[in-house]
């Protein structure tokens, strides 16, 4: 079975401050990795995606994850955190012959002035 | 271009009643999946479909149903509500269903069972 562990269900940062936020999957074929935010009272946005290309991959809002095969991990880090990025991030994971996204449990971020 | 339309974004029903959620995909997209968003569960998997067709279910009684009209629009019925299915119901959209495909996600349906 597809899983992604989100470690930490809350992060807190303060603004300015770099953002890292940790996922690590389990797949037995090579897997499809997606970051997704999702602020309050709305639906899930595509921040960036991994499909087999670059292991750097750069998202919107300055955001990037790097997969890496070796540590089954795909963090999502921004160097400098601004209030705005204050939101639920989840993590999500499909493989080649599935249709269904496998997500985390999400991880809350908080910005601090 | 449009995003994906949920229709109604909110609804307040009570047990055993059933309800019927709309989800209208970006124009040109042919799968729509189901999700369903609780602060227990997390985001689970209902089910997708592509050209009308159910391609994909997830873990979920039968009372869960959908189906997907030739313009690609879906619904998803619950039957006999629980108070366990008060719960964030997403839509999601994407051309083909291919896997390298991200899913584009609608604002949801908030359901609240009394």
Known sequence: AQSVTQLGSHVSVSEGALVLLRCNYSSSVPPYLFWYVQYPNQGLQLLLKYTSAATLVKGINGFEAEFKKSETSFHLTKPSAHMSDAAEYFCAVTYSSGYALNFGKGTSLLVTP | ?114
């Open chain 2, 1 to 114: 271009k449009a995003g994906v339309t949920q229709t109604p974004r909110y609804l307040i029903k009570t047990r055993g009643q059933q309800v019927t959620l709309s989800c209208s995909p970006i124009s040109g997209h042919r799968s729509v999946s189901w999700y369903q968003q609780t602060p227990g569960q997390g985001l689970q998997f209902l089910f997708e479909y592509f050209s009308e067709t159910q391609r994909n279910k997830g873990n979920f009684p039968g009372r869960f149903s959908g189906r997907q009209f030739s313009n690609s629009r879906s619904e998803m019925n619950v039957s006999t509500l629980e108070l366990g299915d008060s719960a964030l119901y997403l839509c999601a959209s994407r051309p083909t269903g291919e896997v390298n495909q991200p899913q584009h996600f609608g604002d949801g349906t908030r359901l609240s069972i009394l």
